[in-house]
């Protein structure tokens, strides 16, 4: 009973490949997210999606790119994948209510290895 | 979203109190504070938030300071299973709101 899942949870790949990470969530949320987390920890957020809008972080390549087929999926794709992608890519969900606000339930995270 | 000021690290006593504070001096009105933490290779967990009313949950205490700038989060007796970065988060609650983590307190709880 999974809240947040994702998969692959471990990924190796050379540079240039296209790359799809998915994630599903079955707690009904309105709204999902992918973090990056890179080699020094820092947990950075890169996407948001709720209700149809996607919020995207402008730092974020456009090589990024998010697709959600409906509300309990937000899959990443990731075109011409560099070296400096390898991280670990975290899905998260929130419901948000007003007695929750943004609380957010995060998956286990998929280790992205470029070579 | 507010800045916050956590220490990089802390030790604790396996059994004692873990008090982690966190300094967000430009906190406005609408803004909560939220706990998460993130237990290594493991995705991040939410623990608690507030306002401004100190709040308790089944994993910790959170206390806001009258002012609101700055907050303490109490794990009132720490597990060796408690050692992780906790991160604390100002943010409005908005919908969709992106929460931005900073580097958080690493939390080593010792036998």
């Known amino acids: 009973d999974t809240a947040v899942s994702q998969t692959p949870k471990y990924l190796v790949t050379q540079m240039g490949n296209d790359k799809s990470i998915k994630c599903e969530q079955n707690l009904g949320h309105d709204t999902m997210y992918w973090y990056k987390q890179d080699s020094k920890k820092f947990l950075k957020i890169m996407f948001s999606?709720?209700?149809?809008?996607?919020?995207i972080n402008e730092t974020v390549p456009n090589r990024f790119s998010p697709k959600s087929p409906d509300k309990a999926h937000l899959n990443l794709h990731i075109n011409s994948l560099e070296l400096g992608d390898s991280a670990v890519y975290f899905c998260?969900?929130?419901?948000?209510?007003?007695?929750?606000?943004?609380?957010?339930?995060f998956g286990e995270g998929s280790w992205l290895t470029v070579v | 979203d507010a800045k916050t000021t956590q220490p990089p690290s802390m030790d604790c006593a396996e059994g004692r109190a873990a008090n982690l504070p966190c300094n967000h001096s430009t906190i406005s009105g609408n803004e909560y504070v939220y706990w998460y933490r993130q237990i290594h290779s493991q995705g991040p967990q939410y623990i608690i938030h507030g306002l401004k009313n100190n709040e308790t949950n089944e994993m910790a205490s959170l206390i806001i300071t009258e002012d609101r700038k700055s907050s303490t989060l109490i794990l009132p007796h720490a597990t060796l299973r408690d050692t992780a970065v906790y991160y604390c988060i100002v943010t409005s609650n908005n919908a969709g709101n992106m929460l931005t983590f900073g580097g958080g307190t690493r939390l080593m709880v010792k036998p």
């Open positions: 999606y709720n209700n149809k809008e996607l919020i």
């Open positions: 998260a969900s929130s419901p948000y209510t007003r007695s929750s606000g943004n609380t957010i339930y």
